[in-house]
């Protein structure tokens, strides 16, 4: 009778554990749950595979919220030995619709309408530039 007391508690905990490891799954914060109606309107990703992966976004946003900025990037996909980067741009103002590689990353006449650049280079070092910058 005992045994089969411990076979009860011990299943009603291993369902107790999967439902919370589930729950916890489902609800994990991200880019959805920040504030400045973050959306991305061009990406580059290199198509080597087996080197460097270079990623770069363009993203508007509906106010210089800086902390926010700096959390969306973090968000944002990296690989080890990889670069992202994500320029941010405020709504309604004209912001690059494609990204390319290399220095220049898009159009020279959007440069005046960044409001801030978020970089992570191959070691993971992070910084978030706020205009002006090169």
């Not at 905990?13 to 973050?38: R, S, Y």
């Not at 919220?65 to 741009?89: E, I, S």
Request: charged share 20%.
């Amino acid at each position: 009778m005992a045994g089969k007391k411990v076979k009860y508690v011990l299943i009603a905990v291993f369902a107790g554990l999967m439902i919370w490891f589930i729950k916890d799954a489902f609800t994990q914060p991200g880019v959805q749950d920040l504030k400045g109606d973050f959306t991305e309107v061009a990406m580059y990703r290199n198509e080597n595979n087996t080197g460097p992966i270079q990623r770069i976004y363009a993203v508007t946003v509906s106010d210089s919220l800086w902390d926010q900025m700096q959390q969306y990037g973090d968000y944002m996909p990296h690989t080890k030995y990889g670069t992202t980067k994500v320029y941010f741009f405020l709504q309604g103002h004209p912001a690059p619709q494609a990204v390319t590689p290399g220095e220049q990353n898009f159009d020279a006449q959007f440069k005046p309408h960044c409001l801030a650049k978020y970089e992570k280079d191959a070691m993971g070092q992070v910084s978030l530039v706020k205009r002006p910058f090169r």
